[in-house]
Every structure is written in C-alpha cells, then in structure tokens.
C-alpha cells in the first residue's frame, strides 16, 4: 500500500475521520496502532524488528535520565547502528558457510537515523526524554514517514503528539494543495520518466550517445520528482492530522554549487550528516591521541567522511562507493577553487549563474548514473556498465539514429503503437514543462517557501489545480499499461 494508491487513500480517510474526532488522551495510540496496520500491510514479517527498534529506542532514552547517560547513549546510538549495517550488508556475506541473506525491513534507514537524533538530542539536552513508550514509538513508526522519511527531529515532532488535534479548514486546504502537487509528482512525472529510463539502463548497449544521455537526465529527474513528491505527501498526511513535519527539497536543480545543492537536496538527510557526523568529527579533540601534533581534523576530512559515508549508507556495492566519491570530489573541488581564486561574488552575471547550475546539473546528472546502477536488481548491473554507459555517450550521435530510438524505446517499454509513442512524448513535455514551472516559481518568485504557500500565490492558481488533477488522472490511466510504480518510492529500499 503505497502512498500513491488508491487503497492508501481509503486508509487515510478512514484514520483521519475516526483520529480527528477522538479524545487527546486516546489520538496517539490509536494513530500507533494505525501506523502498525500500514506497517504490517507493506511488510508483515519486519513489524516485529520495527516495533523491538522502538521498544530499544525508547529503553535506552528512559535510561539517559539515570545515573548512567553516556553508557545509556552509547548503548543505544553503538545498537542502533548494528542492527541497521546488519540489516543492510548482511547479504554480502550471503553463501559463505551457507549463511542465507535476511531481508531489510522497509525504511529501517529512516527510523533508525530519527532514533539516533532523538538519543543524541535527549543526551544533550536539547529535547526532552520521552516517557511515554506510545509517543516514543509514534515518533518512530508514523506511517506518513516511516518508509521514505522525511527524517524527523524528535524536538520538533514529539510535543505535537502531545497536542490535542481537530479538523482545521485552512491546514486542510494546504494538505490538499500538497497532496495534489506531490501525487502529480508522483504518478504523472516520476512514472511516466520511468518507463524511458527502465528501458535504457538495462539495454544502454544497444543505445546511441543521445539515448544514453537522455537516459541519465531522465532518471536524475525521475528520482528528483518521485523523492520530493513523495515527501510532499508525507507533509499533506501530516497536515491532515494536525501535525507538521520538515520540508525535504527545496528546487535544488537552481543551486550554483553543491554546497547550495546539499542544503537544498533531501534536507533532512543531509542536515542529519551535518549535525551528527561532520560536527562531531570538526569538533572532536584529537590532542590526547596525536600528543598534541593535531587538534582538529581538518575540514577537508570531514567533508569526505560524510560524502563517503553518505555513498556507503545507500548501500555496499562499487557504485554507490563511487557515487560517494563523487560527491566528496565535488564538494573538495568547490573548496579548493574558492581558496585558490576566492568565493564567487553573490552578485554574479546572469549568464555566470545559468553556467554554474548547468555545471551542477551535468555532474549531478554522471553521479546519477552510478546511483541508478546500483539501485538496479542485485546481479544485473555492476560498476562497470556505469562507467560503460558513460562511455556510450561517445557514440552513435547520428541524428537518424536518434530518432529511431527515441521511437523504438518507448514502442517497446510503453504500448506498441505509433500514436501512444507520440502521445507518451508530449505528455511528458507538457507534464514537464508544468513540473519545472512550479519550481522556478517557488525559487524566484517566492523565495523558497513551502511548495503549498508557493502554489496559492500563483495568480491563475485554479488553472493549474486543474492542470494538476488532469495530468495526475491522465498518469494513473497509463498506468493501466503497467508500468506504474507498486513500491513505497524509489528511496524506501534505503
């Protein structure tokens, strides 16, 4: 039951109904219980594993108000981690000594991080410990977040489920508004890239030069567009409830340098790393281990550490260690050039700001290529067909040839029938030149705020609602073709 399916729509109608109407003492647990049900419909035989990382969390948290806080904090940040790189690289040791891989329960990645953020904010003090094992849980285990995140800050999150909660008119609007522009995401952009991309990956040796680089920029735009939608979602369940949760994007594609790119790109995640990897290793005193020699890591060594992590925690295999790599190498890259010719002015040439987020996107877009590789099905794909695809942006850019398998890709992945390829290709144009609209909007227009406050300022604010609705029915009937995504989101399997 994904967030984009129409049973999904019937539970959340059914859970805000009867959430919305019951007693405060009464709203947290049975949205608990509601959260379990959606858990146990996605993956019945990991609900066990979920709710023990809950029971953990919350004994561990109990415990940093005892004697014994910094045993309680490592304890629980050390257990957490283990049970998360058990769950995440166990099958790299499958078939030796005849160990069979165990499978990783649905966004134990995103649960596990909250968990860590909440016992290391407790410890600090900057939120309270939790009492209660139901909201501690709730925290956790929210349905809205619990497979594909946004990850939440318990600080921010854990005293509105202490709140009383009632069907508000104008938060529902704005979750509607949400929902709408996240479902468009979703289901008629997301979706319909799809359906080229699962074409060209697996075949890109049969594939020209501009296949293969359409290829690449349609993916970097499918996981662009399925991420941030399926969070929108997220936040408009959220609203519809009562509660607020973060912001995940925020038009990234417009950053000028990855330093912009990362403040703007899975926000959470990346304001997650900052605060509890790279703060900690800038900080951390090393006079007592190097005698003195060195106080501070560098920062150079910080940056890398948490782009080779970040590479490392989307999974173990080369590609992803490579896309890790990348991204360390761009963000080294920007500092060596600003202390070599000096930070760029913040005034710059229009022409200077469209070349440096061409830039951006084009290196984001060959990191993509790695990060698709490695998504693919264990055993299909390898490093090699990433730096293999790369390769075939060489050849084959004879123009015939193009247009003969811009045709023949979406003939073969979509219905075989010449008037579906052309409707397939201005759909997704039309679907695209809306999509990318809306976020230069938002980044120009206003500045960046939430996407709902964005979409009701808009002057012809009707036409597009209706653009929407149009387009997301259109994308749930080509669906029907089956290619739709039946998964929980492109990054749940993380």
Same mark, same amino acid.
């Given at each position: 039951?994904?967030?984009?399916? =129409?049973?999904?729509?019937?539970?959340?109608? !059914?859970?805000?109904?009867?959430?919305?109407?019951?007693?405060?003492?009464?709203?947290?647990?049975?949205?608990?219980?509601?959260?379990?049900?959606?858990?146990?419909?996605?993956?019945?035989?990991?609900?066990?594993?979920?709710?023990?990382?809950?029971?953990?969390?919350?004994?561990?948290?109990?415990?940093?108000?005892?004697?014994?806080? &910094?045993?309680?904090?490592?304890? $629980? *940040?050390?257990?957490?981690?283990?049970?998360?790189?058990?769950?995440?690289?166990?099958?790299?040791?499958?078939?030796?000594?005849?160990?069979?891989?165990?499978?990783? #329960?649905?966004?134990?990645? =995103?649960?596990?991080? @909250? /968990?860590?953020?909440?016992?290391?904010?407790?410890?600090?003090?900057?939120?309270?410990?939790?009492?209660?094992?139901?909201?501690?849980?709730?925290?956790?285990?929210?349905?809205?977040?619990?497979?594909?995140?946004?990850?939440?800050?318990?600080?921010?999150?854990?005293?509105?489920?202490?709140?009383?909660?009632?069907?508000?008119?104008?938060?529902?609007?704005?979750?509607?508004?949400?929902?709408?522009?996240?479902?468009?995401?979703?289901?008629?952009?997301?979706?319909?890239?799809?359906?080229?991309?699962?074409? +060209?990956?697996?075949?890109?040796?049969?594939?020209?030069?501009?296949?293969?680089?359409?290829?690449?920029?349609?993916?970097?735009?499918?996981?662009?567009?399925?991420?941030?939608?399926?969070?929108?979602?997220?936040?408009? *369940?959220?609203?519809?409830?009562?509660?607020?949760?973060?912001?995940?994007?925020?038009? #990234?594609?417009?950053?000028?340098?990855?330093?912009?790119?990362?403040?703007?790109?899975?926000?959470?995640?990346?304001?997650?790393?900052?605060?509890?990897?790279?703060?900690?290793?800038?900080? @951390?005193?090393?006079?007592?281990? &190097?005698?003195?020699?060195?106080?501070?890591? #560098?920062?150079?060594?910080?940056?890398?550490?948490?782009?080779?992590?970040?590479?490392?925690?989307?999974?173990?295999?080369?590609? =992803?260690?490579?896309?890790?790599?990348?991204?360390?190498?761009?963000?080294?890259?920007?500092?060596?050039?600003?202390?070599?010719? %000096?930070?760029?002015?913040?005034?710059?040439?229009?022409? !200077?700001?469209?070349?440096?987020? /061409? *830039?951006?996107?084009?290196?984001?877009?060959?990191?993509?290529?790695?990060?698709?590789? $490695?998504?693919?099905?264990?055993? &299909?794909?390898?490093?090699?067909?990433?730096?293999?695809?790369?390769? %075939?942006?060489?050849?084959?850019? @004879?123009?015939?040839?193009?247009?003969?398998?811009?045709?023949?890709? !979406?003939? &073969?992945? =979509?219905? @075989?029938?010449?008037?579906? +390829?052309?409707?397939?290709?201005?759909?997704?144009?039309?679907?695209?030149?809306?999509?990318?609209?809306?976020?230069?909007?938002?980044?120009?227009?206003?500045?960046?705020?939430?996407?709902?406050?964005?979409?009701?300022?808009?002057?012809?604010?009707?036409? *597009?609602?209706?653009?929407?609705?149009?387009?997301?029915?259109?994308?749930?009937?080509?669906?029907?073709?089956?290619?739709?995504?039946?998964?929980?989101?492109?990054?749940?399997?993380?």
């Amino acid at each position: 039951m994904s967030l984009q399916s =129409f049973g999904f729509f019937g539970f959340l109608l !059914v859970v805000a109904a009867v959430y919305l109407h019951l007693p405060r003492r009464v709203q947290s647990p049975f949205l608990l219980a509601a959260s379990w049900v959606f858990y146990a419909l996605a993956m019945p035989s990991m609900l066990g594993v979920t709710i023990a990382i809950a029971v953990f969390t919350w004994l561990c948290g109990r415990a940093l108000a005892g004697p014994h806080k &910094t045993a309680a904090l490592r304890v $629980g *940040v050390v257990g957490l981690l283990g049970i998360l790189a058990f769950f995440k690289y166990n099958g790299a040791f499958a078939g030796l000594a005849g160990w069979q891989a165990v499978a990783m #329960p649905l966004g134990i990645s =995103f649960y596990s991080f @909250a /968990a860590i953020a909440y016992l290391i904010d407790a410890a600090r003090g900057d939120c309270e410990v939790e009492p209660s094992f139901i909201r501690c849980a709730l925290f956790l285990n929210f349905f809205a977040t619990v497979t594909q995140g946004p990850i939440c800050r318990a600080g921010a999150l854990l005293p509105q489920f202490r709140q009383e909660h009632r069907f508000d008119a104008a938060r529902t609007v704005r979750g509607l508004r949400l929902m709408a522009l996240g479902l468009f995401k979703l289901v008629a952009v997301s979706d319909v890239l799809g359906v080229l991309v699962d074409e +060209v990956f697996p075949h890109y040796q049969n594939y020209g030069g501009p296949m293969l680089l359409l290829g690449a920029v349609a993916y970097t735009l499918q996981l662009y567009f399925n991420f941030s939608g399926y969070s929108e979602v997220a936040r408009a *369940v959220g609203l519809f409830l009562g509660l607020e949760l973060p912001e995940n994007f925020k038009t #990234p594609f417009f950053a000028t340098n990855f330093s912009g790119f990362w403040s703007r790109w899975h926000i959470s995640f990346s304001s997650w790393l900052q605060d509890y990897l790279f703060m900690p290793l800038a900080w @951390a005193d090393l006079s007592g281990v &190097t005698r003195g020699r060195l106080q501070r890591l #560098p920062a150079e060594v910080c940056v890398f550490t948490v782009f080779f992590v970040s590479g490392f925690w989307h999974g173990n295999t080369l590609p =992803f260690v490579v896309w890790g790599l990348l991204q360390a190498c761009y963000r080294l890259g920007e500092e060596l050039l600003h202390r070599r010719f %000096g930070k760029p002015k913040k005034k710059a040439p229009a022409r !200077v700001v469209r070349a440096k987020r /061409a *830039v951006v996107f084009a290196l984001w877009t060959v990191s993509m290529v790695f990060f698709r590789v $490695g998504s693919a099905p264990a055993g &299909t794909l390898t490093v090699g067909d990433a730096f293999g695809y790369l390769a %075939g942006w060489f050849r084959g850019w @004879a123009p015939a040839r193009f247009a003969g398998e811009l045709y023949s890709a !979406v003939y &073969t992945a =979509f219905y @075989a029938n010449t008037l579906m +390829v052309a409707a397939y290709y201005v759909f997704l144009a039309a679907v695209l030149v809306l999509a990318f609209y809306l976020d230069t909007r938002r980044a120009f227009t206003y500045k960046n705020k939430p996407s709902e406050i964005a979409l009701a300022g808009e002057k012809h604010r009707w036409a *597009v609602y209706y653009l929407l609705v149009i387009f997301l029915l259109a994308g749930y009937i080509m669906q029907s073709g089956g290619f739709g995504n039946a998964g929980f989101g492109m990054y749940a399997g993380f």
